[in-house]
């Protein structure tokens, strides 16, 4: 018998509107480019999940995960879909696939269960401070062994483990005995809105872990204060932010990244669309250019998902104004495209007053100067990203005709 071979039309080229590589580069894309690059991060969740499908199956314990979370999808597709655009679902799913090995995902299926109020009982396993259920909490049992179960009708998620049963309350915010919940920040200004869990649990990095007495309530500050600013002086920033930002990890004030010679002030992360890790900093201007600065990463993490921006050889290098060693071509686009909208943002406090803006800009400037300079020379770049850079030339030349 021969096998029936059919031809697979090839995809049309992507074709992006010269307007999105305008928006993209200035940090002030409109809602249907949010929603695009979203909607690529969550199909390349979607990817990952299906890698990992193909190396897991036989596995019993893959297969009650991905089968709670097929019905989870069958029962409730919205909360499906944001599930897996959430920062936790690509950051489990991603380490995942790096290990081989199941990892977190079955914590991650309970929490989608939990969610979707279906009946499930899952196997996981608990670790140093307790089982951590990605972006709800963590319930304190020893390491080892444990299981998730939630019966049909019942109120509540289980925690089981030697000597130990949790109950994750609903919503998994209220406490409860044994049970750590993720805390919640809504924020409001002007009808524009924040929504982000405070989520010591989103990196396992020195600095981040349990949250101290009274820290929720200085964040949601610090957070408060660098929303309204802004709401009310960067309103096209502040749509970026408001729809990409999900979660933010406090940092200690000397956290350290592995390998990293500085203390982290802020960061985001290849893998966890809208996570953003934060160093405390009560200045509203500082905290709110952090915000910006992340999620402009955030969104060409995604943009990066949709297309190719880069074609460098292996061990390609360039020269960073931000480092002392040379960097590959990827950390400088995403070093221009970062500064260039942090410049943007210090430009517009710069011209409201912020006295103390002039010189993070020109930094920032130069940086962002700088690294555009040194991308253009080393051809390392696609069509597409000979379209971001030209944008972003183009933001460049029209700052040089304003300022002078």
């Not at 900093?281 to 709110?288: I, K, R, S, T």
Request: charged fraction near 20%; charge should be positive; aromatic fraction near 4%.
């Amino acid at each position: 018998m021969t096998a029936d071979r059919r031809t697979v039309p090839s995809a049309p080229p992507l074709v992006l509107s010269a307007d999105l590589w305008q928006r993209i580069a200035r940090g002030t894309p409109d809602p249907g480019t949010l929603g695009l690059l979203r909607t690529a991060r969550t199909g390349r969740n979607l990817l990952l999940l299906r890698a990992l499908h193909e190396k897991l199956h036989g596995e019993p314990g893959w297969r009650a995960a991905v089968t709670l979370l097929a019905e989870v999808r069958r029962h409730s597709p919205a909360l499906f879909g944001r599930h897996l655009a959430d920062p936790a679902a690509g950051a489990v799913l991603a380490e995942a696939v790096r290990t081989a090995l199941p990892g977190s995902v079955p914590a991650l299926a309970a929490v989608a269960g939990h969610r979707a109020d279906l009946p499930f009982r899952l196997d996981a396993h608990a670790h140093g401070g307790g089982l951590v259920l990605p972006g709800l909490g963590r319930a304190r049992v020893g390491a080892g062994p444990a299981t998730v179960r939630r019966e049909r009708g019942a109120d509540a998620t289980v925690v089981l483990a030697p000597g130990a049963r949790i109950e994750v309350p609903d919503p998994p915010g209220r406490p409860a005995p044994g049970w750590e919940p993720v805390p919640r920040i809504h924020l409001s200004t002007g009808g524009a809105t924040l929504a982000v869990r405070l989520d010591p649990h989103a990196l396992p990095h020195p600095g981040t872990g349990r949250h101290g007495p009274g820290e929720p309530d200085r964040w949601r500050g610090r957070l408060a204060a660098a929303w309204e600013l802004l709401v009310t002086r960067h309103p096209e920033r502040a749509t970026a932010v408001g729809a990409t930002v999900r979660a933010v990890a406090p940092l200690g004030a000397q956290a350290y990244a592995p390998g990293a010679r500085r203390p982290w002030r802020s960061a985001s992360f290849s893998d966890a669309f809208g996570l953003v890790a934060l160093a405390p900093q009560d200045d509203p201007a500082e905290l709110a250019a952090a915000l910006v600065h992340e999620t402009q990463h955030s969104l060409l993490y995604a943009l990066q998902d949709l297309t190719r921006l880069l074609d460098a050889p292996p061990g390609a290098r360039g020269r960073a104004p931000w480092s002392d060693r040379p960097r590959p071509p990827s950390a400088l686009l995403q070093g221009v495209c970062a500064f260039l909208v942090t410049a943007g943002f210090w430009r517009t406090e710069a011209a409201r007053g912020n006295r103390a803006a002039t010189t993070p800009y020109e930094r920032s400037l130069h940086i962002a100067r700088t690294a555009a300079g040194e991308l253009a020379r080393g051809d390392w770049l696609t069509a597409h990203g000979r379209l971001l850079l030209d944008a972003v030339h183009d933001v460049l030349a029209e700052w040089d005709g304003t300022d002078t």
